[in-house]
Every structure is written in structure tokens, then in C-alpha cells.
T-cell receptor, first 114, second 113 residues
Framework: NAGVTQTPKFQVLKTGQSMTLQCAQDMNHNSMYWYRQDPGMGLRLIYYSASEGTTDKGEVPNGYNVSRLNKREFSLRLESAAPSQTSVYFC?????????????FGDGTRLSIL | GNSVTQMEGPVTLSEEAFLTINCTYTATGYPSLFWYVQYPGEGLQLLLKATKADDKGSNKGFEATYRKETTSFHLEKGSVQVSDSAVYFCALTDQGGSEKLVFGKGTKLTVNP
């Protein structure tokens, strides 16, 4: 059971560089999410996608873009990385049913911006 | 929007001690409530959930009861083990029927042998 797979696991960038974080889920879930986790801040939602073809901003979207490529994949792009974007990034997915379903998380991407 | 206030950590206990991690929330409507656990170097995993008032979620010896009158969802375990050392997050669904979750800031638990 792969669940939610994130790549890469670690990355170091220089300020101004761009990169894309990849996320794929194999649970046929409709909804997908990107979070960042910073010490003392908990998890903050960057963007989410309620279904294929739709994306919406979360709490902290500035400096990021997303693409819901298909039902399985949801990527997060940093166009011009800044040191403030140093964080651990988590992708998650959930089913869309009548009852609120839990979110399933990947293992995270640890990103450092120098 | 909805919000969660979670007990500040870190919490350090000896093995077999009783654990309580407090969680209170502010919400409109009737949110679902969750506890997630994060082990070192890993993503979050669902620990337990409750979807309506007076529901009790339970898993791996952990329990939490959805208390609407006190807007609380405190996590408890009667006898903790070293393997319970992790960060625990309380969360609830955001308002308006959204699939989004709102997370607390997390409580780090360390259990010593």
C-alpha cells in the first residue's frame, strides 16, 4: 500500500531558484492538499484541490502555485524560492463522501532555502 | 473560520503514566474532530476521530470524547509506553461543510522508560 507518495524527500535550493514538489496518491481520492509545517506553527494549508480540475487557496498561498494534473497527482511549485519557504511540506488526500473522511499524509519533503 | 487551541508542550512522562492532552475548539455548525499523531521523520497518521457530540473515538489505548457543551476533545491514555513518543495534533473540519481541516499547533510527547 503506497498511499500518498511525495518526491523528493529532501532538497536544498538557493534563493531565487525554482522547483516542483510532486505528490501522487493511489487511493482514488477526490481531494488533495498541500501543507507546510514549521516549528510552533502546526500545519498550515497552502493550497487544496477538492476534485480533479479545481484548486483553491488555503491559509498561506503566497509564493506558491499548484497543478492538479489528474486525479492521482497534485504538484506544488515554488517559482522563486525564498528563505522564508524553508519548511517541511506535506501532501495529503481524502475521499469525498457524505461523512467527513480523514486525510492521509505523505512522509513529507524537507526543503531548505539558502 | 473554525479554530483549535491545543495544550502547549512539550510533555514528558514516565512509562505507564496517565496522559491527557487538552484540545478545545471554536466552530460554527457541527464539525468532525480528529487526533493525528506524527512519529519522528514521518507524516501525520490518523489516531482517532469523532463525528458528532458525545461520540468517543478510540484507538491503540487512546480515547477522546466529543464534548459539545465544553467545546473540547481531550486526548487520554491510561498507561503510556515509550513507543507513544510523538507529536500529537488536534484537528477539526473547517466551516461550511468544507473538506479542509484546521490543525492545532501540536503537542510533543516524550515517554521515558
Amino acid at each position: 500500500n503506497a498511499g500518498v507518495t511525495q518526491t523528493p524527500k529532501f532538497q536544498v535550493l538557493k534563493t531565487g531558484q525554482s522547483m516542483t514538489l510532486q505528490c501522487a496518491q493511489d487511493m482514488n481520492h477526490n481531494s488533495m492538499y498541500w501543507y507546510r509545517q514549521d516549528p510552533g506553527m502546526g500545519l498550515r494549508l497552502i493550497y487544496y484541490s477538492a476534485s480533479e480540475g479545481t484548486t483553491d487557496k488555503g491559509e498561506v498561498p503566497n509564493g506558491y502555485n499548484v497543478s492538479r494534473l489528474n486525479k492521482r497527482e497534485f504538484s506544488l511549485r515554488l517559482e522563486s524560492a525564498a528563505p522564508s519557504q524553508t519548511s517541511v511540506y506535506f501532501c495529503a488526500s481524502s475521499a469525498l463522501t457524505g461523512e467527513k473522511q480523514p486525510q492521509h499524509f505523505g512522509d513529507g519533503t524537507r526543503l531548505s532555502i539558502l | 473560520g473554525n479554530s483549535v487551541t491545543q495544550m502547549e508542550g512539550p510533555v514528558t512522562l514516565s512509562e505507564e503514566a496517565f496522559l491527557t492532552i487538552n484540545c478545545t475548539y471554536t466552530a460554527t455548525g457541527y464539525p468532525s474532530l480528529f487526533w493525528y499523531v506524527q512519529y519522528p521523520g514521518e507524516g501525520l497518521q490518523l489516531l482517532l476521530k469523532a463525528t458528532k457530540a458525545d461520540d468517543k473515538g478510540s484507538n491503540k489505548g487512546f480515547e477522546a470524547t466529543y464534548r459539545k457543551e465544553t467545546t473540547s476533545f481531550h486526548l487520554e491514555k491510561g498507561s503510556v509506553q515509550v513507543s507513544d513518543s510523538a507529536v500529537y495534533f488536534c484537528a477539526l473540519t473547517d466551516q461550511g461543510g468544507s473538506e479542509k481541516l484546521v490543525f492545532g499547533k501540536g503537542t510533543k510527547l516524550t515517554v521515558n522508560p
